[in-house]
């Protein structure tokens, strides 16, 4: 019976999103577009600007262009289905819609959680290893862990997605959420989900534990490295671009451990949705104002891009 798939008659979800709060929905819809608005304008900014600046041509915005082009797929994954939903009174969305949906917000998901590792490896690689920095990252090697990030994303969710939706679901079609996500989706379930849950938790830790104890490990040696230097400058420039990641590092993975590692039977849906909100909108926007706002290699970018000299 688990493994009955949900028959064609279930053609459409309700989602059910902020409905509870009829009167935040106005005041979301704005909130929600603008952060969406910055999200779009920022990504792209960092995606052309790193195109058109040839001093911008390494490693460190490689991998930020592409966890730009990450946010502004992932964002747009969720994100004009819910202001769709808050604007207005029908609040569905197909069964073939939902799984894409899912798909796509599971695969891109992992892919950053993958891009991240990747990120910090790659400052590990220039703070620790300075003189092999451009052996260790060729640009060949660079696009083949760019592409293995994307490829795990999509292969994963293939398989995830299709666990979730081979659930039979007996005519429940009210998804408590703004968005068809796998927690949401297993409580909507009429038979045990145990097994489900128990696949969920695996796949959030190796794809979200792993991840993260990667990430610190690589920091815990930039750390030490750091504080061996003797140069002010060198401090300052480290801090710099290390103290971004970790904190874009933070602002993600923090609200996903929150939904995705605990059972969906011990989840507040509504604590959900707000946790969700802030990774799927929050999160992607602020990203390029935490790499550009300090980052002085992308005011001199942005300078000569407007044919200015190099004084800043």
């Known amino acids: 019976m688990m493994m009955e798939k949900n028959t064609s008659s279930e053609n459409f979800f309700i989602l059910l999103g902020f409905s509870n709060w009829p009167h935040l929905e106005v005041v979301l819809f704005v909130v929600i577009l603008i952060f969406y608005l910055m999200t779009l304008t920022g990504n792209l900014f960092i995606i052309i600007l790193s195109h058109l600046d040839s001093h911008l041509h390494t490693p460190m915005y490689f991998f930020l262009s592409n966890l730009s082009f990450l946010d502004l797929c992932y964002t747009t994954s969720s994100i004009p289905q819910l202001l769709v939903n808050l604007w207005g009174l029908e609040k569905t969305i197909s069964y073939a819609g939902c799984m894409v949906q899912l798909y796509f917000v599971l695969a891109l998901g992992i892919a950053e959680c993958v891009l991240l590792v990747v990120m910090s490896y790659d400052r590990y690689a220039a703070v620790c290893r300075p003189l092999h920095y451009t052996v260790l990252m060729h640009p060949r090697f660079c696009r083949l862990l760019a592409a293995a990030s994307w490829v795990s994303g999509f292969s994963i969710s293939a398989l995830h997605s299709s666990?979730?939706?081979?659930?039979?679901?007996?005519?429940?079609?009210?998804?408590?959420?703004?968005?068809?996500?796998?927690?949401?989706?297993?409580?909507?379930?009429?038979?045990?989900?145990h097994a489900n849950e128990l696949i969920l938790m695996v796949m959030s830790s190796i794809f979200v534990l792993i991840p993260l104890i990667l990430i610190l490990t690589s920091y815990g040696a930039i750390a030490l490295a750091v504080l061996s230097m003797q140069s002010t400058t060198g401090l300052q420039k480290v801090f710099r671009t290390c103290g971004a990641?970790?904190?874009?590092?933070?602002?993600?993975?923090?609200?996903?451990?929150?939904?995705?590692?605990?059972?969906?039977?011990?989840?507040?849906?509504?604590?959900?949705?707000?946790?969700?909100?802030?990774?799927?909108?929050?999160?992607?926007?602020?990203?390029?104002?935490?790499?550009?706002?300090?980052?002085?290699?992308?005011?001199?970018?942005?300078?000569?891009l407007m044919g200015w000299e190099w004084g800043m």
């Open 163 to 193: 666990f979730t939706f081979w659930i039979p679901l007996c005519g429940h079609r009210l998804v408590d959420h703004f968005f068809c996500e796998v927690p949401a989706l297993l409580r909507l379930s009429c038979v045990d989900t």
């Open 245 to 304: 990641h970790l904190m874009v590092v933070s602002l993600f993975f923090i609200p996903v451990m929150c939904i995705y590692l605990q059972p969906p039977s011990e989840n507040s849906p509504d604590q959900g949705k707000f946790v969700a909100l802030f990774y799927t909108v929050v999160t992607p926007s602020l990203n390029p104002l935490i790499y550009t706002l300090r980052n002085k290699d992308v005011r001199r970018a942005v300078k000569r």
